[in-house]
């Protein structure tokens, strides 16, 4: 019989136990021994609920304190030096000064860069390296999490981030060639494979998802070396891991590699079983991911079933294994805490328990178990009547959207004249200073809306303490001479579910979080119908901020791509639609706060860099549809309305032709943690709009002082125009304290006042 297994697990816990835990041991509330028993309760909990839903092999090693490629560098003592006396003294707290960086006992160390982890929202450590870097085997942890669990009574699977992967992810800090490093790694690697198969570990999990990028002839030859020198070695059985999408052209080297295993993508790409079938050698195990662990919705069994089928008669069952086509982490733990969710709505939705009850479900099926049968049709048919559920096509939308007229991308005059009609209408100084949106999330605003909506707290008394809030927000601003001002966004829990939760064709969980990094979390509203906006969302807002200043107030919106890649989408219609019906309802809101009075709007686009594909061929397809979308939501506006975007945790090189079609009049980026490197491609571009390369990284606790943010700003004006510069920090302060905000931008508007008078001088 097929075997029904996945190959990781969400770790923050439904509750977000993990969250509380790190958060209470970083505030010194709770001792390392406590938060390592949560985490031990953590994995036995989700080891045991996945066994009862059906799961025969479990995989360990999965879990992880903060970030498995952080673990997998510690792993191999990849340790840069500055975090060693850290250590010396204590483990975990070195752990956490390379996750968070460290301002205690005299030491002041940043944290490791942080970046995403292909195209999703869970961000990853980048390990640095250098030339010559020594790899060795630190600590046991995969080994001590097999034991865990065997003590537990379940002969569990460890999980490695493989070799080649983990050297393509990480960076070289002397721009060495990282992949160089390889053979230094294998020899710790084989160690550890040998200690697992030495503990009675049978297989073990290699995940190696850089195989399904474009790969050049180094990086293939790299593979055939790495996996060369694991099968000359002691190890258990070896499951080559890829997911995220095909293996394309990666697919013969993969076949060729010598390992046991190999594991599929097939929901990314179903496309690919024919050859994948045609490529594995005759022995070899196939798991084939075949429900989705990147998004919520059950799988069809029409889909699904000829796949498994054809699988099965190939190879047989013992050769299938059946599993998601990634690591759950992506998705939330359990539909069967959504108890406010109207079951209709439920139905057609999984999260990581339901999806291995599901592959239970399919596996049985192979197995020729009637009630399986029964129930796979029963699934099929539910999700076919979900096609006709109400609010999942919204013919005027839809019919809106077919009339759309190619001029709604069009703004009404060229950058250039929009830039003197704005010079003239908002009379800003030069070099203007601003944020990008969110002031401090405090603990009273988090407890205050959880009251509101646990119905303690009334609708007047929370309207009254949000505005007590924007005011408070607004008077700091004048206070310190900002020059375009915010309101400060204390009305929203997340920049994408405050929107969901005002658009139809949105649904919302109540514990359905997904970690994005460390014990920071989210929780993605579900699209599960037409998009359409039933009220304006933000003016109400906006405009009360704005009656209380007569600097220019600077709307705020999330963009129509971010909110597509911050949710769980629906699996029935192409992306792109979904994003320009997004687009539709944003533009609405764009018209309403121009008609308020609103002359400054800016539109977020953080994640339109994430949603890239991963192979460079489908890059120009994806990047023409999301900067439409931009333009359909800024479009027809007056010359006269400035607007703004702002994207963080970008690379900019591969997208800036994008960046620029997007025609904002200003973009805000992050480049501190780079020291303005993020720059270069905008520079080397001679991008022509505003742009504001943020001074302040808002993701640590550090406060920069005025000189360190007037050299960034030094080398930002050796290769930009003083008109186009403008002054702010990386990226929204909602995670920051006040007391750091307040002299952290006392010293930003301080170094603005600053560079205006050399520029003065410079002219006179
Ligand atoms: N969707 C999304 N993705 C993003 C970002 C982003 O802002 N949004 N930013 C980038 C970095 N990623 C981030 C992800 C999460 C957070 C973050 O701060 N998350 C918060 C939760 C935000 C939230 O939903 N807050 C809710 C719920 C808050 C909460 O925990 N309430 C308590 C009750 C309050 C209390 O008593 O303390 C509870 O439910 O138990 C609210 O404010 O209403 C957290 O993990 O702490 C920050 C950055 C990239 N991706
Ligand atoms: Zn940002």
Redesign the pocket.
């Known amino acids: 019989m097929s075997l029904v297994t996945y190959s990781g697990f969400p770790r923050i816990g439904l ?2 136990e993990l ?1 509380r835990a790190l ?1 209470s041991r970083w505030r010194g509330d709770s001792s390392a021994e406590t938060l390592l028993d949560t985490a031990r309760m953590l994995r036995k909990r989700h080891w045991t609920l996945a066994a009862q839903a059906g799961a025969d092999v479990v995989p360990c090693n999965d879990f992880s304190l903060y970030d498995h490629v952080l673990d997998t560098a510690v792993l191999f003592d990849a340790i840069p030096s500055r975090y060693r006396p850290v250590f010396a003294v204590d483990e975990l707290d070195g752990y956490f000064a390379m996750a968070r960086g460290h301002k205690r006992d005299g030491h002041d160390l940043h944290a490791l860069e942080m970046t995403k982890w292909f195209d999703t ?1 869970y ?1 990853y450590l980048v390990p640095e390296l250098e030339a010559g870097q020594r790899f060795a085997l630190r600590g046991n942890k995969p080994l001590a999490d097999f034991l865990e669990a065997r003590e537990l009574g379940f002969q569990a699977r460890p999980v490695l981030l493989g070799p080649v992967s983990f050297l393509l992810l990480s960076k070289t800090v002397d721009g060495s060639d990282r992949v160089a490093l390889l053979d230094a790694l294998l020899a710790p690697y084989i160690d550890l494979l040998g200690q697992l198969a030495d503990a009675g570990a049978d297989w073990v999990q290699l995940d190696e998802p850089c195989l399904v990028l474009d790969l050049d002839d180094d990086d293939r030859a790299a593979y055939r070396r790495a996996y060369a020198a694991l099968a000359a070695a002691r190890t258990p059985r070896r499951l080559l891991a890829s997911y995220f999408g095909a293996l394309g052209d990666n697919l013969a080297l993969a076949a060729s590699l010598p390992v046991d295993g190999l594991h599929v993508d097939l929901v990314r790409a179903p496309e690919q079983l024919d050859a994948v079938l045609d490529a594995l050698p005759a022995c070899l195990v196939l798991s084939a991911g075949v429900v989705d662990g990147r998004n919520i919705w059950r799988s069809r069994p029409e889909r699904v079933l000829p796949l498994l089928r054809k699988a099965q008669a190939r190879i047989g069952d013992e050769r299938l294994w059946l599993a998601p086509s990634c690591s759950l982490l992506h998705v939330p733990i359990d539909l069967g805490a959504e108890t406010a969710l109207d079951t209709k709505r439920r139905a057609p939705m999984a999260f990581a328990r339901q999806k291995v009850e599901e592959l239970r479900v399919y596996a049985d099926a192979l197995a020729g178990l009637p009630e399986a049968h029964a129930a796979l049709a029963a699934q099929q048919a539910l999700l076919d009547t979900q096609a006709h559920a109400p609010g999942v096509v919204d013919a005027g939308v839809r019919n809106r959207l077919r009339t759309l007229s190619p001029q709604a991308t069009l703004r009404r005059s060229a950058y250039p004249i929009r830039r003197t009609t704005q010079a003239e209408t908002l009379a800003l100084p030069p070099l203007p200073t601003t944020t990008i949106g ?1 002031f401090p ?1 405090t ?1 009273e ?3 205050a ?2 009251a509101h ?1 646990a119905g303690k707290l009334d609708d007047a008394a929370y309207d009254n303490l949000l505005k007590a809030e924007v005011e408070r927000v607004v008077r700091f601003q004048e206070h310190i001479g900002l020059d375009v001002l915010v309101h400060g966004e204390p009305e ?6 405050y929107f969901g939760e005002q658009l139809d064709g949105y649904l919302f969980t109540q514990l359905g ?1 997904v970690q ?2 460390g ?6 509203p579900v699209i599960y119908g037409d998009i359409a906006r039933r009220a304006a969302m933000t003016v109400h807002w906006s405009s009360y901020a704005q009656s209380l200043t007569d600097k220019p107030m600077k709307g705020m919106l999330t963009g129509p791509v ?1 909110m597509l890649q ?1 949710s769980f989408v629906r699996d029935d219609l192409p992306r792109e639609t979904v994003c320009r019906q997004m687009a539709l309802a944003l533009r609405d809101e764009v018209h309403d706060l121009e008609a308020a009075g609103i002359d400054v709007i800016q539109i977020d686009e ?2 339109l860099r ?1 949603g890239l594909p991963l192979r460079r061929a489908d890059w120009p397809v994806y990047l023409a549809w999301a900067v439409e979308c931009f333009r359909i939501t800024a479009g027809g506006v007056r010359d006269a309305t400035q607007i703004h975007t702002h994207m ?2 970008s690379e900019f090189n591969d997208i800036i032709e994008a960046v620029a079609a997007m025609d904002a009049d200003v973009i805000s980026i992050e480049t501190s943690r780079s020291r303005m490197e993020l720059l270069d491609a905008f520079v080397r571009f001679r991008y022509p709009n505003g742009i504001g390369p943020g001074v302040y990284d808002i993701h640590s606790p550090r406060v920069p002082d005025t000189a360190e943010m007037l050299d960034l700003l030094h080398k930002a004006l050796a290769v930009l125009q003083p008109e186009q510069l403008w002054i702010n920090p990386d ?2 302060l ?2 920051r304290g006040w007391a750091e905000v307040e002299l952290a931008l006392d010293h930003m508007v301080a170094s603005a006042r600053q560079l205006r008078g050399e520029l003065a001088a410079v002219l006179a």
């Open positions: 509750k977000r969250k958060e929202n961000h969110s999330q603990d605003l988090r407890k809306r959880a909506r929203r829990n997340d920049m994408v579910e979080w994005s990094y014990s920071r979390c989210v929780k993605p971010t911050w953080p994640a994430e963080c945790y990226c929204g909602k995670t």
